[in-house]
């Protein structure tokens, strides 16, 4: 160096680095590409946008195929590239310098072999840079730098003299740093300027196309699904495809290895211990080996695990090395999934037996600072089945067993107890799990266990009131799936007293539990007949919190709402909240089954007061693939209902006599059920033509059911019995809860009453009132039930023009010619009015909307947004001049549009 300090070339620029080395011209070469190297055109393109910036970083973990992307791209351009590769020499500033410029004229920048090299390998004259940058800032043609593995460099000064040559180059130069950690240049500025370009992990991974491309490369093919397992378990990792597919190779059967792999046993576990694991401390690595054991971690969570107090800048530090440790916000971290079962294979193998007990360390910190499906989760690792079910119990969480959220998740954990757990959690578990299959009796088994064991506590003990009103909850339901309103009603009014006793935010956390309780509770007081006291029951659980936890509960309760409207004869309001109970569900994406399938029940049974058959077979078809099995007395019995009625519709009347005497198992019976039950007996047989023995059918029922007391007339005219008929009308029960279902059937009978007694005015007259209130709901089935009295009435003009546009059965192509042909449409088939044409895609989702698809369901089966469906239904609405999804489909089935 000269006495003026200023690095001239010298001899150190003679092909040797500042130590009197020869320079590792190695480190100046472009990596070659494999043969199986993928050219991924997205980053590609990122890259090629990149030289619009100054400064770009590729910022990922070990393995993430940063440097062959980079420099498969430099191949590729048509501008000068230098190449150094970094090494852990380089913390000396003189020795970094020096390897950069020669890595400058290596790549063909002839012009810095004036400005000098550094002598000392301690120390680089500022001097120096100022001409690098002066130099470079001059150059026509910007010059690509490539600093690779620059996380190896470490040295402040040298980031800030990078960082000082980097500005002052101007747009001579274009650096990129391949690096696992981030720079200590001051990256928050570039940034802010918009200086700097950025391809990090997320970015790096490859996708399920791109890993089935690299596979196809190394001559595996794996199927799409596979394909996506296999980038999900790898997260798209680069390194860990390719040794994937190298081990895959020498497979007796890759495509299995592909699917099945052991992380564990493979090589993949060779390159993450050698190139992560072992490069860290020793106390480094034992944090690592103890939190493998967790899914998701937090600095306190892993001391615990670990008896130690500096896990957070541990973490942090691994975080920003890239060291496969994920951060996830909050404080939170997570491994690297291929890397937490590798370290899990090796924390098995150094320490035996110690993974039971660090899950029982993390179940016991979660209980009291996590969440509740990972403490249940670690318990259920550490084989404590007392402690995860009190657990379960103690957070009163256990009617999540029946919200259709967790509860798969929930009956798989608990599959793997014991039976060697004892106590009364693990009691009421396994019976919730009882109660989840609908196998009542063994539920009760256990409920009285628990009970039991509950009492020889005390009331005062630990965890016992959580535990005693969720025995009261089960004991509800177990009486709702049996029909017993005595216990439903013991047990309500016990949890409702216990439910004082617990700490408000414990409800608040699972609104669930009153909504569970409510519905069941109003599902017993409706099969017992007490509509008034089940509706109240009913609305209180509608009514409170709108959370997903509940949506199964208010689903069931707006279903049997929904049928107690229509057991009133009231379908209009049957079917808008049987609709509201499915709009409801299907805002959470419940799977189906949900439920009961009471809502579609509902719906079919309106269908055919409707006398829209195919229409009331679809939905009732559905609302048995929806029903539990076995399903609960309510629906089992609203099932026997609708499909027996269906059959009459139909013309089947020996089949509906049949389907009617069909058992439904409950504690006790049933008064709605048995009536409902009669009048579709009494049907039958006055369609069989006995009519005696339809009225004996109904008799009993006559005297409390207003709708069975109409039945009873109207058999007794079919008899011939006037006066009887007449006499059964006088003395109707009340009817303030009765809707048109039943009161267009009663105006009928005595229309037909009077046109027997010859007074056809008065027939007339009547028959005009039923036809004007049966308009309002679109109650077609009664005036087909009628008999050929009404047709000669419905035949004069002025009838005809009440019952036109409406008053229509549609059964199928071949209705005309089918068995019920007596029951043809008694007024004239509207002609087909011509309407703003349905583009294709609205026809579509028209089509999807007949078969009773939710928006969400037509969205994926189309392959489009939820939005753009709505835009859809909206304008099929308009076109069909309708409000409501039935309302369009009914119209478009008029027009001959479905």
């Known amino acids: 160096m000269s006495e003026s300090g200023d690095n001239r070339p010298g001899p150190t620029a003679q092909g040797v680095d500042p130590l009197g080395d020869p320079f590792l011209r190695t480190r100046f070469a472009v990596p070659v590409r494999p043969a199986t190297f993928l050219r991924r055109q997205r980053l590609v393109e990122h890259l090629d946008q990149a030289l619009g910036t100054p400064l770009t970083m590729v910022n ?8 062959l992307l980079v ?17 852990a020499t380089d913390q000396a500033p003189g020795v970094f310098w020096a390897y950069l410029l020669e890595a400058l004229r290596a790549g063909g920048v002839r012009e810095v072999g004036e400005v000098g090299c550094p002598a000392d390998a301690g120390s680089v004259d500022h001097a120096l840079l100022a001409r690098l940058a002066a130099e470079l800032n001059g150059r026509d043609r910007p010059v690509n730098v490539v600093l690779d593995e620059y996380d190896r460099v470490t040295a402040p000064e040298i980031a800030e003299q990078l960082g000082f040559v980097l500005h002052h180059a101007g747009r001579g130069m274009h650096l990129i740093l391949v690096t696992r950690t981030e720079p200590l240049l001051p990256l928050h500025r570039y940034r802010a300027d918009g200086t700097l370009t950025e391809i990090r992990a997320a970015e790096l991974a490859f996708t399920p196309e791109e890993a089935a491309t690299l596979l196809e490369l190394h001559g595996l093919r794996l199927a799409g699904d596979a394909a996506r397992a296999l980038v999900e378990r790898t997260r798209g990792w680069a390194a860990g495809l390719r040794l994937c597919a190298l081990a895959a190779q020498q497979s007796s059967d890759p495509e299995t290895y592909l699917k099945e792999f052991e992380a564990g046993q493979s090589t993949i576990a060779d390159f993450l211990l050698a190139e992560v694991l072992k490069r860290q401390p020793a106390e480094t690595q034992d944090l690592l080996l103890r939190v493998s054991v967790l899914d998701r971690f937090c600095p306190d969570l892993a001391n615990a695990l670990a008896g130690r107090r500096d896990a957070e800048p541990i973490l942090a ?22 890397f937490a079962e590798i370290l899990g294979a090796h924390l098995r193998v150094r320490f035996p037996g110690l993974e039971t007990e660090l899950h029982r360390r993390a179940a016991e910190w ?51 107890m014991t039976p060697d757990a004892t106590g009364p959690e693990t009691d009421l578990v396994r019976a919730a799990r009882e109660l989840s299959d609908r196998d009542v009796d063994r539920a009760r088994a256990h409920l009285e266990r628990a009970r039991q064991q509950l009492d020889r506590a005390g009331r005062d003990g630990p965890g016992t009131t959580e535990a005693r009103l969720s025995c009261a909850l089960l004991e ?34 699972h609104p669930e539990l009153a909504a569970l309780l409510q519905t069941h509770l109003g599902s017993v007081r409706l099969w017992a007949g007490r509509f008034d006291d089940a509706r109240a029951a009913l609305c209180a659980a509608t009514a409170g919190s709108g959370a997903a936890s509940t949506a199964l509960p208010r689903e069931e309760s707006l279903s049997q709402l929904a049928l107690i409207d229509y057991l009133n004869g009231w379908p209009g309001r049957a079917e808008r909240r049987a609709l509201a109970a499915l709009t409801d569900a299907a805002r959470f994406s419940l799977p189906e089954p949900t439920g009961s399938g009471l809502a579609h029940l509902v719906l079919a049974a309106v269908a055919v007061d409707r006398d829209e058959l195919d229409d009331a077979q679809a939905l009732l078809d559905r609302a048995t693939a929806a029903q ?22 139909r013309g089947d009347a020996r089949g509906a006599l049949e389907t009617a005497g069909s058992a439904v198992p409950a504690d006790v019976a049933s008064p709605w059920a048995e009536d409902h039950t009669a009048l579709v007996l009494c049907a039958a047989h006055l369609a069989e033509g006995h009519p005696e023995t339809a009225v004996q059918a109904v008799e009993d029922a006559a ?81 087909h039930e009628a008999g050929p009295w009404l047709s000669g009435l419905l035949r004069t003009d002025a009838f005809a023009e009440q019952g036109r546009n409406w008053l229509v059965s549609r059964r199928g192509p071949d209705a005309r010619t089918g068995p019920d042909a007596r029951t043809e449409p008694l007024a004239a088939r509207p002609p087909a009015l011509v309407v703003e044409q349905l583009s294709g895609r609205e026809l579509d989702v028209l089509q999807r909307l007949a078969q009773m698809m ?5 969205a994926a089966d189309l392959f489009v947004s939820v939005n753009t469906v709505k835009t859809h239904l909206k304008s099929v609405y308009r076109k069909l001049g309708v409000n409501r999804r039935n309302e369009a489909v009914r119209r478009a089935r008029e027009l001959g549009l479905l």
Do not use: M
């Open 628 to 649: 539990a099995v076995p399903p609960d007395p309510v629906t089992a019995a609203g099932t026997v209902i609708a499909r027996a009625r269906l059959q009459l519709a």
């Open 703 to 783: 005297d409390r059911h207003t709708a069975c007391a109409v039945a009873a007339a109207r058999a007794q005219l079919a008899a011939g019995n006037l006066e009887a008929a007449l006499a059964r009308l006088d003395s109707l029960p009340a009817v303030e809860h009765s809707g048109p279902a039943v009161t267009v059937r009663a105006t009928l009978v005595r229309a037909q009453a009077a046109e027997q007694a010859g007074d056809h005015a008065t027939a007339r007259r009547l028959a005009a009132q039923a036809l004007l209130d049966a308009r309002r709901e679109r109650l077609r089935r009664p005036f």
């Open 71 to 87: 420099a498969d791209w430099a191949a590729h351009l048509d501008r000068p590239v230098a190449w150094l590769t970094s090494d």
């Open 317 to 338: 530090e691994l975080h920003r090395a890239n060291a496969f440790v994920e951060h996830l916000g909050h404080s939170w971290y997570r491994l690297h999934p291929l």
């Open 366 to 416: 979660l209980r009291h600072s996590g969440p509740l499906p990972e403490t249940l989760a670690h318990g259920a690792a550490a084989g404590d089945w007392e402690f995860t079910a009190r657990a379960l119990v103690d957070d009163l969480a256990i009617g999540q067993f029946f919200t259709g959220l967790r509860s798969d998740d929930l009956g798989e954990l608990f599959s793997r």
């Open 476 to 509: 509800v339901l177990a009486a709702g799936l049996s029909g017993a309103p005595g216990p439903a009603e013991h047990a309500a009014r016990a949890a409702l007293d216990l439910q004082q006793d617990v700490p408000p935010e414990l409800l608040d956390r």
């Open 60 to 67: 990922g973990g070990a393995g993430a195929g940063k440097t």
């Open 854 to 858: 939710s928006t969400e369901e037509i």
